[in-house]
């Protein structure tokens, strides 16, 4: 049982700190809108706080899970981020999908104040969280990993360190880039099916038992078929992960033409109001097209 902060209840970081408060450990939450935190305390007991700092102060482990490079900085580096609240020997946690630059420049100062620190992206999905079984990505020494583990397992069911601090930021990129062509694949398949007239349930039910299958095609393919983009990670979020994949690729010189591509597709599911759409909405663009 430890004491522990969880900065950011958004539609991962809810349940995630939900599940730290069922495995028994004393959880204190802020959330930039206090209705929320209001909500979660009801909901899970614990306490709130109005900033980061307050939140982080006296705490063992600091979990975060916010937007981006900017909102992540705002809880953190601050004037009222948790490091100027946290004490010496305590573990920084971050879950949020950022930069490898924004990582590196945290652990930096978190060094500095005694602080250890881990960045650890996250797989799995607004399901994922509210099932406890994300899969974790982190970067940064061992000891601290070792430290951080047995409670992260909380809400995931993998939980691996891949270097140090920034790798896990880089895995998460790996991910994206990944699902994003897997997704794609999928949007063209079922644009072909109903383009060449065949039955789209029949045709995956076959080719989901050979090497085609993959996990979208299990959990989105009745939805795509259906025309339902209400199931999740939205089309603005892929496309900040992808931006922020590319613009590593920059830096690295790594040729990544297809996610280029792809988070071109995105754009424009964006400009047919698909913002808030889930990331299998390219389907939607090919069958406007279509039209």
Known sequence: MAKVAFIGLGVMGYPMAGYLAKNGHQVTVYNRTQTKADAWVKEFGGMSEPTPLAAAKDQEFVFICVGNDEDLRQVTIDETG????????????????????????????????????????????????????????????????????????????????????????????????????????????????????????????????????????????????????????????????LNIALNEARKNGSQLPLTALIDQFYCEVQTMGGSRWDTSSLLAKLEKNRQ
């Not at 039910?205 to 085609?212: D, F, L, R, T």
């Open 82 to 241: 948790v490091l100027n609240g946290m004490k010496s020997g305590a573990v920084l946690v971050d879950h949020t999908t950022a930069s490898a630059d924004i990582a590196r420049e945290i652990g930096t100062l978190a060094a500095l104040k005694g602080v250890g620190f881990l960045d650890a992206p996250v797989s799995g999905g607004q399901a994922g969280a509210e099932n406890g079984v994300l899969t974790v990505m982190a970067g940064g020494n061992e000891s601290t990993f070792a430290q951080a583990k047995p409670v992260i397992n909380a809400y995931a069911r993998c939980v691996e360190l891949l270097g140090e601090v920034g790798a896990g930021q880089l895995t998460k990129m790996v991910n994206q880039i990944c699902i994003a062509g897997v997704v794609q694949g999928l949007a063209e398949g079922l644009h072909f099916a109903r383009s060449a007239g065949l039955d789209g349930e029949k045709v995956v039910e076959v080719i989901s038992k050979g090497a085609a299958q993959s996990w979208q095609m299990e959990n989105r393919y009745q939805t795509m078929w259906q025309g339902e983009y209400n199931l999740g990670f939205a089309v603005d979020w892929m496309r900040k992960d």
